[in-house]
């Protein structure tokens, strides 16, 4: 009887240990080359606590704009901001910034075309969003509506890379 309840000890302490948050290991995330993801894709917050993450465009082929939309669960987080970030504009394009539509628990269509400029390539920030964490839990952030496009407006394809965010 003694052995069982060691062992019931040993298995429950084993069983705790491992579903504390700071014992979750975050998978490690490969973002491949026209993508869009968060930087950080996997966060941290208090309850409370205000922070930015940003959509990151990476290794794109050549576009003139984008648009994407966002989810999340609207009891762990509120979004109370998006703000354009400063990719496509380069040292001397001209977008027009289409601000999203804000609903408890998503993000819709935010977008960027540019106006001037050509089309860019590469990696950069294409919008910053601010969260405040509500309440403890975890939430997916994930991307839908995801769209790059050409000076022809003709989309190019783009993978979209999710994210996380834990609230404490």
Request: with cysteine; proline share 4%.
């Amino acid at each position: 009887m003694k052995k069982i309840l060691l062992l019931a000890l040993i298995v429950g302490v084993v069983f705790l240990y491992g579903c504390k948050e700071d014992a979750l290991q975050e998978p490690e995330i490969v973002v491949t080359a026209n993508s869009l993801s968060l930087d950080p894709a996997f966060s941290k917050a208090a309850v409370g606590d205000e922070f930015v993450l940003s959509v990151m465009a990476k290794d794109v082929s050549p576009i003139a704009g984008w648009q994407f939309s966002l989810s999340y669960d609207p009891e762990v987080l509120e979004a109370k901001g998006v703000s354009e970030g400063d990719f496509l504009k380069g040292a001397d394009g001209r977008t027009y910034w289409v601000a999203p539509k804000m609903n408890p628990g998503s993000i819709e269509n935010a977008a960027a075309p540019l106006l001037s400029g050509g089309m860019r390539d590469g990696s950069g920030v294409v919008a910053t969003v601010k969260f405040v964490a509500k309440a403890a839990g975890q939430t997916d952030l994930k991307f839908f509506d995801v769209k790059f496009a050409d000076s022809n407006a003709q989309e190019v394809a783009v993978t979209s890379i999710d994210g996380v965010v834990w609230v404490s």
